[in-house]
């Protein structure tokens, strides 16, 4: 029954917009409204939402990302056909062309279409209808998308940068979806061009810092750094980027400067959640690595204030993943050409963003390898957050973490945290 009345309250409505015009003196006025503003901002707004519900423990990072695909999806259906014209051709009257008229003829014209718009539509309806789909539920959940289609959708995403290359939104949505899915080549020439038009925009310039640092193999030093800092000048307590300048500081050596940042990233979280746990226990670990480095006065200690709990509880809450990466005979030889060595560990079933990262110049196979929580590309996920790890060690020709043809590679899958004695073999070829 509600099925009905919808459909003919559309048909009352239809019907009077209709019938107004030709019994009205006045024109309705042409109004092209474009909407692209409203909906990359309402865009912006729900990706800082996911965000921010990831940052605060309310989201694991898997359905972080599961929920910015469905936000690329969304958007890329309603983007509006560039093609089409905004506006249409206004009408125009000839003088005298109101008095030919009478206002008889326009009632008995109003009134044929009255009857005439709901018994076409009854019919039509009849002909072509589907009742059926007053039963869908509407609150169950589309069906997943293949990676065909969120290619095609991320497609129209990239034509439209290539038909409005001055759009720093379209941009910055490509990079997203780039970076989303692991292609941090194109997600860094992305964030690039958005960052031309959106200079000022702190979350936009952490992630770029983020796959930057990832094309690198995890090393922050130089541009990655450097976007932090733009970063946390636009704005102090951007969660991520406190985060990622952290991580940063940690890597290259900077213990006080990374405790710093990771004591700010506390206010962030929500106390006793897992994420505070694991932050609460890398500042530990910190303290042990900067109580150990401290000269014999102790100044550095002293200038620290406590922790509140004892450092060998942090100790004994990092784990690591070690064993030795081997070549295939017959790859031997292409391996003996050289190249940087990188291992990867990500979370087994999770997002593409790697969780650790080691990078080993020049390697000599087989060559051993042991990937901690030091190698972490963010503080707050540890190896041990992962019930299973999938490795994959790459010896890269370019020095790029970023896969490119010609690369070697060998996975080892369904890693425990903590395992030992590992072997991963160099067994297959990147061809493209």
């Known amino acids: 029954m509600a099925l009905w009345i919808s459909i003919a309250i559309v048909t009352v409505v239809a019907t009077a917009l209709v019938v107004w015009p ?24 729900r990706r800082r939402e996911i965000d921010r519900e990831r940052d605060a423990g309310r989201l694991t990072a898997a359905e972080a990302e599961q929920a910015h695909g469905d936000l690329v999806h969304q958007l890329a259906e309603d983007l509006p056909d560039l093609a089409q014209a905004a506006a249409p ?18 009632w008995v014209a ?31 959940a589309p069906p997943p998308m293949d990676a065909a289609q969120i290619d ?3 497609e129209r995403i990239a ?17 997203e979806a780039r970076k989303m899915q692991g292609r941090h080549d194109e997600a860094v020439a992305a964030f690039g061009k958005a960052i031309e038009g959106l200079p000022n925009d702190a979350r936009l310039l952490t992630d770029y ?15 990655p750094v450097e976007l932090l800092e733009r970063a946390l000048a636009v704005d102090p307590n951007e969660p991520k980027a406190v985060a990622l300048m952290g991580a940063a500081q940690y890597r290259l050596g900077n213990l006080p400067r990374a405790r710093s940042y990771l004591k700010q990233l506390e ?41 509140g709990a004892s450092p060998p509880a942090a100790s004994a809450a990092s784990v690591s993943v070690s064993g030795t990466v081997a070549v295939d005979p017959s790859l031997a030889e292409r391996a003996a050409q050289g190249g940087t060595l990188f291992v990867i560990a990500r979370a087994s079933g999770g997002p593409p963003i790697p969780i650790a990262v080691l990078r080993l110049p020049a390697p000599v196979f087989p060559v051993s390898f042991t ?14 957050s992962a019930d299973s790890l999938d490795l994959e060690a790459r010896l890269s020709r370019s020095g790029e973490a970023m896969r490119k043809p010609g690369d070697l590679y060998g996975r080892l899958a369904n890693v425990r945290p903590g395992a030992d004695g590992l072997r991963i073999v160099l067994d297959e070829v990147v061809s493209r």
């Open 371 to 384: 990937l901690d929580d030091t190698n972490a590309m963010d503080p707050s996920r540890r190896l041990a």
């Open 22 to 45: 030709l019994v009205s003196t006045r024109r309705p006025a042409a109004n092209a409204l474009r909407d692209d503003e409203r909906r990359l901002a309402v865009f912006r707004d």
């Open 110 to 140: 109003a009134l044929f279409v009255a009857v005439l718009v709901p018994l076409v539509a009854f019919g039509v309806y009849r002909e072509v209808g589907a009742p059926h789909l007053a039963s869908i539920d509407p609150n169950e």
């Open 267 to 307: 206010r962030f979280l929500a106390p006793g959640s897992e994420e505070a746990a694991q932050i609460a226990a890398v500042l530990q670990r910190i303290d042990v690595e900067i109580g150990a480095a401290a000269p014999a006065d102790g100044s550095i200690a002293q200038a620290l204030p406590p922790s």
């Open 152 to 154: 095609a959708m991320i």
């Open 209 to 223: 810092a983020e796959s930057s640092a990832l094309r690198a193999g995890g090393d922050f030093s130089g541009q």
């Open 159 to 175: 034509q439209r940068t290539r038909e409005q290359p001055d759009d720093a939104e379209a941009w910055a949505m490509l990079a």
């Open 89 to 106: 051709a206004s009408t125009t009257r000839t003088p005298g062309a109101g008095a030919s008229s009478s206002p008889r003829a326009a």
